[in-house]
């Protein structure tokens, strides 16, 4: 793949550009709770409910990414085409509502619905935020701005073990009694409906945004943008099949831990998932903001010593980061673990900005939506959908002993971590 001649200059001020991506962060922040609260509370909703651990990981992954993958991809094509600041606002006001109900539902189908409706919703963010920083920043400024939002994502891991215990210690002691609609409800429900509702206001501050003319130049064809995506991705199968794929193994390997983490440290260590939250919480924010930071520096520099293919020689070795977090599982100490367990959000955050920095420089104007949604598409059918439900296999099938959920990590996420630097490596050789 070849980088396209994309314009440096845009039509907003920097603090207008820096205030669009400010938002586009607080909105990653909300993405990453909504979809992962899930897996602060699994016991709590299991008893509550009455779930198994594999209806539990499809609510993890196959209902939220049924509709996050499939739609994903038409919503990359929209972002290419309308307004990216109208479809994140609409995209957060869905996930918001539907994580609210979540809150009222008691039973598994209307769980499952509430989660496909979360997944529609995130499915508009991502291609329209990351094209819109392409069109505010210029490509050497662009990983610094990539990096801040997606530092939202690891910062929100970090905030939602938080919020998540001081809202489920807080309802558990009877702190919202007296309260309207909240009094009476089961702590795990207090927590979805409170965590839906603060998208509202972050709907309404995206309204302030203005929306930046497109730069860069557009593929010429004159059979329409579905035909030349298809055309270009052909023409690049082999170097974009070897990318995304490196990007979905890395994910798969991470939706495994990430989606089960609480649940191991709880079960291993006999401390409830709560406490477990407030424990994790630190560490994941410490990770969460620097892994952002150093993955934009990372691409920043690579860009200016090597250009472009300078990020695809960082990647080769990135997914191996990952690594790290599987060590927690044969650590005696609950707070070495949890160190370790941290350093994957950091290391994801530094992934994702590589990533998209690389798609974003290298794709045509008018595919910088519908690339990123590929990503999610990918990242959503192999990672989250497979991982958290490989993992539940394991524990539930195999090892048949609840117990062992740390060790069905590690069998999912080590290959996952070692293939995916095996894919990124062949992508760099491939592409010129």
């Not at 401390?271 to 560490?283: F, G, I, T």
């Not at 999610?376 to 090892?399: E, K, S």
């Amino acid at each position: 793949m070849e980088a396209t001649n994309v314009a440096i200059a845009n039509d907003q001020s920097p603090a207008r550009a820096w205030w669009a991506v400010a938002l586009l962060f607080a909105a990653s922040i909300l993405s990453v709770i909504d979809r992962g609260i899930l897996a602060i509370v699994v016991d709590a909703v299991k008893a509550d409910i009455g779930l198994t651990d594999v209806q539990i990981s499809l609510l993890q992954g196959l209902a939220f990414g049924l509709f996050y993958a499939v739609v994903g991809v038409w919503l990359g094509f929209v972002a290419d085409r309308l307004s990216r600041r109208n479809l994140v606002a609409a995209g957060i006001a869905l996930w918001s509502i539907a994580t609210a109900a979540s809150g009222f539902t008691h039973s598994f189908g209307a769980l499952f619905v509430c989660r496909i409706l979360v997944g529609l919703g995130e499915a508009a963010l991502a291609p329209a935020a990351i094209s819109l920083i392409a069109d505010l920043f210029p490509p050497s400024k662009r990983g610094k701005a990539i990096g801040v939002y997606l530092m939202g994502q690891s910062v929100a891991t970090g905030l939602s073990f938080l919020i998540a215990g001081v809202l489920l210690k807080h309802a558990g002691a009877g702190g919202f009694a007296g309260v309207p609609v909240l009094d009476g409800l089961a702590p795990w429900r207090v927590m979805f409906l409170m965590c839906g509702l603060a998208g509202i206001i972050v709907v309404l501050a995206c309204l302030t945004v203005r929306e930046p003319s497109r730069k860069g130049t557009a593929v010429a064809t004159d059979v329409g943008q579905f035909r030349a995506v298809i055309r270009y991705f052909n023409a690049q199968r082999l170097s974009l099949f070897s990318l995304y794929g490196g990007f979905a193994l890395f994910f798969l390997g991470s939706y495994a831990a990430f989606g089960w983490q609480i649940v191991m440290l709880s079960r291993r260590f006999g401390v409830d998932a709560a406490s477990v939250a407030v424990m994790l919480s630190p560490v994941s924010l410490a990770f969460g903001i620097a892994g952002p930071l150093i993955g934009g520096a990372l691409v920043d520099a690579a860009v200016k010593r090597s250009g472009t293919r300078g990020i695809l020689s960082l990647l080769r070795f990135a997914p191996l980061l990952g690594l790290l977090f599987c060590l927690a599982v044969a650590l005696p100490s609950l707070w070495a673990c949890i160190l370790l367990v941290g350093t994957l959000g950091g290391a994801a955050a530094i992934m994702g900005t590589m990533t998209l920095a690389w798609l974003q420089a290298t794709m045509p104007a008018d595919m910088r939506g519908v690339s990123v949604s590929a990503t999610g598409l990918v990242n959503t059918v192999i990672g989250a959908a497979i991982g958290p439900l490989l993992v539940a296999l394991l524990t539930d099938r195999v090892f048949a002993d609840p117990a062992m959920v740390g060790a069905a990590i590690v069998y999912v996420a080590v290959p996952a971590f070692i293939a995916s630097a095996l894919l990124y490596t062949v992508c760099h050789r491939v592409t010129r």
